[in-house]
């Protein structure tokens, strides 16, 4: 079985049935293969290239499953094998003792990149094996066209297990005056369940913040974070009157699942008129930074009737020419 032949490479092992499980779906030579059944079930049987290939089993019986574990000799080939228990039969990949192996869990989908190496599904997530040495690992999570760069290094025979996951924070606006509440969202896949945000949120000294609604957020506040799903949170972030102006990180941390993001936002003398237009409550007739910064058509027209006006917040008087600006932002992206 060599590297060179197996460069580029990905690789799906198929499924059938469900009593027959591999205890993981790589196995180094240099180790026993690990079988789970139901009680009851037949002896596991193993076949290479579909030749049977004997091998004595030793089972252990557990909590409603049979443990079977057996030993390949040394000379036994490397590659795919199969293993069938009755009509259920399961694959997993026989690999070099020299070899390593990066098992990525976290969620499901994960789309996973490595040159010269083989990706194998497991149970868990994505099983990543070839020559030991360094590695750099490519992934990208479900709906997500950016993929994600991971660098390893790995000895020979060495099994890792890395959880994955990412926290992005995008606050309502990046540019905001002193004394005005802006929107902070958090979207969080998590490789482990969280109970509680409580205390995670990071914020420059003064400021305050709770947690908030958003239209992507779940309908209780308190609503812990799942396992391998993503998911959305918010915090209203009150920026006190007395700020001065300059650049403030938040951040978001989050050590029980290896997790943490930040983000900066600029606190300003005075808004760009686009943006007050799109944080605009033609309702209230009011700036409001919480609001998403997409340009509405009723936010449109009250920025027509400022024509030759000053435009609040901003130092500026409304032209034609910002008309236009704002009427191809409305069009390109408005809500």
């Not at 060179?4 to 469900?18: D, N, R």
């Not at 390893?152 to 297990?161: D, F, I, K, Q, Y």
């Not at 998403?292 to 400022?306: E, K, N, P, R």
Request: charged share 15%; with cysteine; net charge negative.
């Amino acid at each position: 079985m060599r590297a060179a032949g197996i460069a580029a490479l990905v690789f799906t092992i198929p499924l059938v049935g469900w009593a027959l499980e591999v205890a993981r779906p790589v196995f180094f030579a240099a180790e026993p293969v690990v079988l789970v059944t139901p009680p009851g079930a037949d002896a596991p049987v193993l076949s290479f290239n579909g030749e049977p290939y004997p091998l004595t089993w030793t089972s252990r019986p557990g909590a409603g499953q049979v443990r079977w574990e057996g030993a390949l000799p040394d000379r036994a080939p490397l590659g795919i094998w199969v293993a069938s228990s009755g009509p259920d039969c399961v694959a997993f990949l026989r690999v070099p003792r020299d070899w390593a192996a990066l098992e990525l869990q976290g969620a499901a989908g994960l789309l996973v990149q490595a040159s010269g190496r083989w990706i194998v599904p497991g149970a868990q997530g994505q099983v990543v094996t070839g020559p030991a040495g360094e590695w750099q690992v490519r992934y990208s999570f479900p709906g997500q066209a950016a993929s994600r760069s991971l660098n390893v290094s790995l000895a020979p025979h060495e099994w890792r297990t890395v959880l994955l996951g990412f926290l992005e924070l995008t606050p309502s606006t990046p540019l905001v005056l002193p004394g005005h509440d802006f929107l902070l969202k958090a979207r969080i896949l998590s490789p482990v369940g969280i109970p509680s945000l409580t205390g995670a949120l990071m914020l420059p000294p003064g400021w305050g913040a709770e947690p908030t609604y958003c239209q992507e957020c779940p309908p209780e506040l308190d609503e812990p974070v799942p396992e391998g799903t993503a998911t959305e949170r918010a915090w209203l972030v009150h920026v006190p009157p007395t700020t001065p102006l300059g650049g403030y990180t938040l951040q978001v941390q989050l050590p029980g699942a290896g997790l943490a993001g930040e983000t900066r936002v600029e606190v300003v003398r005075r808004l760009p008129v686009p943006v007050v237009v799109a944080h605009w409550d033609t309702q209230r007739n009011s700036l409001d930074l919480t609001l998403d910064q997409g340009i509405t058509y009723q936010q449109l027209l009250w920025a027509v009737s400022l024509l030759g006006q000053e435009v609040p917040y901003s130092g500026r008087t409304m032209t034609q020419a910002m008309l236009d600006r704002l009427a191809e932002l409305w069009a390109r992206g408005g809500r």
